[in-house]
């Protein structure tokens, strides 16, 4: 069964950086397209980055680019998000997807952005 | 990148068929046929039950279809069962190579 799962999620304050992962097993990871999605505290979902199978493609909601990068590892079997520059409406979980229509989604690892 | 506009939330009986609206524009929904929709119940990760517009991914009950005309998706959720009642949202490719998110319709089964 397809399984991602995303770690790396924490407590961090305004300006701070923060590093996510996500391990993929089950499929060919490099065969895929993957997403990263947030969702804030009990409001809706919101896509933030995807990456082509490659990594020669990348591209970004408007709120978050020049802040965090998309990276991929495909030997690893691993999807980034590097966050820099972190605000208090960054606060979210973030869940990693698969495909172009994320047809699976791991189980979110939560990001607060405090001081 | 707007959200995509669905309604705040429906209602319906158990047995009933319940419609779910999803609104954009020519650049996102109106422009490709890759429209997704998700399930999300509380606590838990979304779950794909439709993409490219009408597919039902295997594994996701013939209760649920969907289709799209001009600028709107619609999904239709047949036989409400008392295990629908959960989040909705929708999901549009966009002209910028980019996806965009209805902000979701919560479903009640009174």
């Known amino acids: 069964e397809v399984q991602l799962v995303e770690s790396g999620g924490g407590l961090v304050q305004p300006g701070g950086s923060l590093r996510l992962s996500c391990v993929a097993s089950?499929?060919?990871?490099?065969?895929?397209?993957m997403s990263w999605v947030r969702q804030a505290p009990g409001k809706g979902l919101e896509w933030v980055a995807k990456?082509?199978?490659?990594?020669?493609?990348?591209y970004y909601v408007d709120s978050v680019k020049g802040r965090f990068t998309i990276s991929r590892d495909n030997a690893k079997n691993s999807l980034y998000l590097q966050m820099n520059s972190l605000r208090a409406e960054d606060t979210a979980v973030y869940y990693c997807?698969?495909?172009?229509?994320?047809?699976?989604w791991g189980q979110g690892t939560l990001v607060t952005v405090s001081s | 990148q707007s959200a995509l506009t669905q309604p705040a939330s429906v209602s319906g009986s158990p047995g009933q068929s319940i419609t779910f609206s999803c609104t954009g524009t020519?650049?996102?929904?109106?422009?490709?046929?890759?429209v997704s929709w998700y399930q999300q119940h509380a606590g838990k990760a979304p779950k794909l039950i439709i993409y490219?517009?009408?597919n039902r991914p295997s594994g996701v009950s013939n209760r649920f279809s969907a289709s799209k005309s001009g600028n709107t998706a619609s999904l239709t959720i047949s036989g409400l069962q008392a295990e629908d009642e959960a989040d909705y949202y929708c999901?549009?490719?966009?002209?910028?190579?980019?996806?965009?998110f209805g902000r979701g319709t919560k479903l009640t089964v009174l």
């Open positions: 997807t698969r495909n172009i229509f994320f047809d699976y």
């Open positions: 089950e499929f060919t990871f490099s065969s895929y397209w």
């Open positions: 990456i082509k199978q490659d990594g020669s493609e990348k």
């Open positions: 020519s650049s996102d929904v109106g422009g490709y046929n890759d």
């Open positions: 490219d517009v009408s």
């Open positions: 999901s549009s490719y966009t002209s910028s190579s980019t996806r965009v």
